[in-house]
């Protein structure tokens, strides 16, 4: 789980930067209750009511006749874009950014709007009332399978409005709080204990592979209560298990889906697409994680573990079994490539930097003795700040998308219903005048001296701060709003196992820099980030672990 898990999925967004250098990244999704900004671990004064319509579902209708449409490039320019790859790319989106503002028009294949201030798509998230309608409704590949697969019991993350409520409800129960993040702990901690373990059998592991088997195995400890075997240290047998099969599936299943994402509608019919060897791969992936899944959960539900989150759900009695099995074999899969890969881009900037590898080392070493759990987390800033620092250079995934049923005001421009709108972090993120600093050189400290910012709220939003002590300035505080700071999404669709994740990001990472120094091996390696739905090292960096000597 450890980072997106359930509404991972929710918060897998259009991949809609591909970066050509190593680093220069953002973050993440908000935080919106209702109409009201809920301040999610930062410290920043929303005022997007300024410059957009707060709406509500007993409002009258609002007229935005009078406001134009955004401008952007030509139809032809943004078709050349999207078919040369160009769109994809970091200095693209810095392009459209300066010669054409904050909201800007395209079209590929449809309508579509980029926005870059997080201000502008924190007031379009209000628009949507107290049911919104979250990110990951739109990815159609999903839901043209679930109809197909199970028409009358479709997933939580496809559904909207009363629907969607009751079994959000019902899922976050034994999952969202602090307290029943917390009850997962003890199985997390094994697990992360196992994976240093595995490393000391296996000092360079295929990196991919190894954590993505730690991400599947703290899923499934949490979920299932159960082991899968995939961490063992005497592993020789190379056959396909059923577990190995479930992580690869779902991995290709991911990687089908960013490919068809920007499929032109005429061929969205599941006639049509059978001819599509892209969908053939994802139909098949997806049956036989359904597959597999299924039989784990029929497993579950014989042995009935007191701590599974699967028995506490059942016992919870708001939902179904084929609503229980349906969305759980979907966070099944949903936990696999998003928390892997957020892991993937932490350690690989510590292997970079074996000063900052160092400082973080000490720090863990200096505050806790086993594990990480959510009320301690407070007690590692250093912690914190790296961890701000991979999510603005390196984010699993790069922004959020909506599509609506009705015209939104978006700052002084309409966005016309049925379209495409995307938010594109990478812009402000490696802003140097925003960040005061270069924005290809990693500076967790900057995130430190924002935490000794005093009167935020008085401040220009969009000033670096010089801050007492330290040699870095604190990024502007907009670097710091809720949509920039957390990759679990925000507002009522915002990740359910958000906190569990947090706490599975942190044991893992508080182990291993504990237990093993790791370096590049070979020392220079050329990583890029690249879009297959998520942001993924491009190749997957080669890593060393050494034991620490205490």
């Given at each position: 789980?450890?980072?997106?898990?359930?509404?991972?999925?929710?918060?897998?967004?259009?991949?809609?930067?591909?970066?050509?250098?190593?680093?220069?990244?953002?973050?993440?999704p908000l935080f919106v209750a209702n109409a009201n900004i809920v301040h999610f671990n930062c410290r920043y004064n929303s005022t997007a009511t300024a410059t957009t319509t707060t709406t509500s579902k007993d409002a009258d209708p609002v007229d935005?006749?009078?406001?134009?449409?955004?401008?952007g490039p030509s139809k032809w320019e943004s078709v050349r874009a999207v078919l040369s790859g160009e769109f994809t790319q970091v200095p693209y989106a810095q392009k459209l950014y300066r010669e054409h503002g904050n909201v800007v028009r395209l079209w590929a294949f449809q309508e579509m709007y980029n926005i870059f201030d997080p201000e502008i798509f924190m007031g379009i998230l209000r628009q949507e009332w107290a049911?919104?309608?979250?990110?990951?409704?739109?990815?159609?590949?999903?839901?043209?399978?679930?109809?197909?697969?199970?028409?009358?019991?479709?997933?939580l993350m496809l559904l909207q409005g009363e629907e969607w409520k009751t079994p959000r409800h019902a899922m976050q129960t034994h999952m969202f709080s602090p307290k029943a993040a917390d009850s997962y702990q003890p199985g997390i901690n094994q697990v992360v204990k196992d994976a240093s373990s595995y490393l000391k059998y296996n000092p360079k592991p295929d990196l991919n592979e190894f954590l993505m088997n730690v991400s599947f195995e703290m899923l499934a400890q949490v979920l299932l209560d159960r082991r899968m075997g995939l961490l063992r240290t005497d592993q020789n047998d190379k056959s396909m298990t059923d577990e190995k099969q479930f992580v690869e599936s779902a991995v290709v299943a991911f990687h089908a889906l960013g490919e068809l994402l920007l499929?032109?509608?005429?061929?969205?019919?599941?006639?049509?697409?059978?001819?599509?060897?892209?969908?053939?791969?994802?139909?098949?992936?997806?049956?036989?994680?359904?597959?597999?899944?299924?039989?784990?959960l029929e497993q579950a539900e014989q042995e009935q573990s007191e701590v599974a989150f699967f028995t506490k759900l059942e016992a919870q009695g708001q939902m179904d079994r084929q609503e229980r099995l349906v969305n759980l074999v979907t966070f099944l899969q949903a936990g696999v490539d998003t928390t892997s890969n957020s892991l993937a881009w932490a350690v690989l900037e510590l292997a970079r930097r074996p000063k900052v590898q160092e400082r973080l080392r000490q720090e863990l070493n200096e505050?806790?003795?086993?594990?990480?759990?959510?009320?301690r987390q407070y007690k590692l800033p250093y912690l914190k700040a790296f961890m701000r620092e991979v999510q603005r250079r390196s984010p699993a995934a790069v922004g959020n998308m909506r599509k609506l049923p009705y015209d939104v005001?978006?700052?002084?421009?309409?966005?016309?219903?049925?379209?495409?709108?995307?938010?594109?972090?990478?812009?402000?993120?490696?802003?140097p005048d925003l960040l005061g600093g270069d924005p290809n050189e990693f500076i967790p400290d900057r995130w430190l001296a924002y935490d000794q910012v005093e009167n935020v709220k008085e401040l220009n939003p969009r000033q670096p701060i010089a801050v007492d002590g330290f040699d870095v300035l604190a990024p502007a505080p907009i670097l710091s709003h809720?949509?920039?700071?957390?990759?679990?999404?925000?507002?009522?669709?915002?990740?359910?196992?958000?906190?569990?994740?947090?706490?599975?990001?942190?044991?893992?990472?508080?182990?291993?820099?504990?237990?093993?120094?790791?370096?590049?091996?070979?020392?220079?390696?050329?990583?890029?980030?690249?879009?297959?739905l998520l942001q993924v090292p491009d190749p997957f960096p080669q890593i060393r672990f050494h034991p620490y000597s205490k």
């Open positions: 789980m450890a980072i997106p898990f359930a509404s991972r999925m929710t918060n897998l967004v259009l991949p809609t930067i591909r970066q050509v250098r190593p680093g220069l990244a953002t973050s993440s935005l006749s009078s406001l134009p449409t955004p401008p049911l919104p309608y979250g990110a990951a409704p739109n990815m159609w590949p999903f839901q043209v399978y679930y109809k197909q697969k199970c028409a009358d019991t479709m997933p499929t032109p509608d005429i061929i969205k019919s599941p006639t049509i697409l059978r001819f599509f060897p892209v969908w053939n791969k994802l139909e098949t992936s997806m049956d036989r994680v359904w597959d597999i899944g299924m039989k784990w505050t806790i003795d086993e594990g990480v759990d959510y009320h005001q978006a700052g002084d421009y309409v966005l016309q219903k049925d379209s495409l709108i995307l938010w594109n972090q990478d812009v402000y993120a490696t802003d809720p949509l920039m700071t957390t990759a679990f999404g925000v507002g009522p669709r915002m990740c359910v196992g958000s906190r569990v994740a947090q706490n599975e990001m942190h044991s893992f990472l508080s182990q291993i820099v504990r237990d093993y120094e790791f370096e590049m091996d070979p020392p220079e390696q050329e990583i890029q980030r690249v879009a297959k």
